[in-house]
């Protein structure tokens, strides 16, 4: 007792911890003599100092500090090798890993705990009601409407102006200029008969025949461009189209089965007093109408009367 209570105060060690280091020090010795061969050199080997030590050393390692690394996994490893790497590496990468399974709930329930709901249903309804209209819907708009941008309804009309006209202007427009806003589909035959939109084709022709009252195929492509595209502030009205809304719509990614003519068509005519035609002078207003057509949402589900 005396020897384990000399030890606890010289190395700071608790009298359990050396009563088992003392323990598997005197096996190991035991186990070494018996192993040993019993010649002088081996007895005095095993008494002398350096040998003690060497048996305590490795004792001290195996008992109080082996527990603590893994193993060698490589048989071919060197008896000297360095172990891989301490266990309590693996305890904190198991528990890391166990928390890392639970880290997407555990930070999800964390931030929004701290939600204002009402909050965000203000910033969201103030988003919706300005951004959607002033930025998302009037960008749609004015890339149908610009005759720059490659397959806008805009370039589209110009262009099939330019190759009907200059092909068929003699055979075709020059007895019935306003004709050619039928073959670029800017209206349909029936309504290019009624009144008030005939009245308006006949106006943008005529606004380019010449001082004698003759319009030329290069009058009549004007025409065209005049009547669908925007002009500048007090320079005049356009008119939108059914087949600019069409484009517009799938732009903004409407679905085929929301723009079936069963229920559009009829909301359109319902919108341009049943002219199919929308006269504008800026594209804001067209991005009104386009907000019109489903009671100031996006999609068909907010016009009532069509579901």
Request: proline share 3%; charged share 20%; with cysteine.
């Amino acid at each position: 007792p005396e020897e384990v209570e000399k030890l606890c105060n010289s190395l700071s060690l608790r009298w359990e911890t050396v009563m088992l280091l003392l323990d598997c020090f005197h096996t190991s010795v035991v186990l070494k003599r018996l192993n040993e061969r019993s010649s002088a050199a081996g007895r005095s080997a095993q008494n002398s100092a350096s040998s003690m030590a060497n048996i305590l050393a490795e004792v001290r390692f195996e008992t109080l500090f082996g527990h603590f690394l893994k193993p060698k996994q490589a048989e071919s490893l060197p008896d000297a090798a360095p172990e891989a790497e301490p266990r309590v590496y693996s305890l904190l990468s198991h528990l890391q890993n166990q928390d890392m399974e639970l880290l997407e709930a555990c930070v999800a329930r964390s931030l929004t705990s701290w939600l204002d709901w009402s909050q965000i249903g203000e910033v969201t309804e103030t988003f919706v009601s300005t951004a959607l209209v002033d930025r998302v819907v009037l960008n749609v708009v004015e890339r149908e409407l610009s005759e720059v941008v490659d397959g806008s309804a805009a370039s589209r009309a110009v262009l099939a102006a330019y190759q009907l006209v200059y092909e068929l202007f003699e055979s075709r427009y020059k007895s019935n200029p306003i004709q050619v806003f039928v073959d670029c589909e800017i209206v349909v035959e029936d309504e290019m008969m009624l009144p008030e939109v005939n009245y308006l084709l006949t106006s943008a022709v005529d606004c380019q025949r010449s001082v004698e009252g003759e319009i030329s195929a290069k009058g009549l492509i004007a025409a065209v461009r005049s009547f669908c595209l925007p002009k500048g502030s007090g320079e005049g009205k356009a008119f939108f189209w059914f087949g600019a809304l069409l484009q517009v719509l799938e732009g903004l990614g409407w679905s085929k089965g929301e723009m079936r003519r069963g229920w559009l068509l009829p909301r359109w005519l319902e919108l341009t007093g049943g002219l199919s035609l929308f006269e504008y002078t800026t594209a804001h207003e067209v991005s009104a109408l386009v907000m019109q057509m489903c009671n100031g949402g996006l999609w068909k589900a907010m016009v009532f009367p069509a579901l």
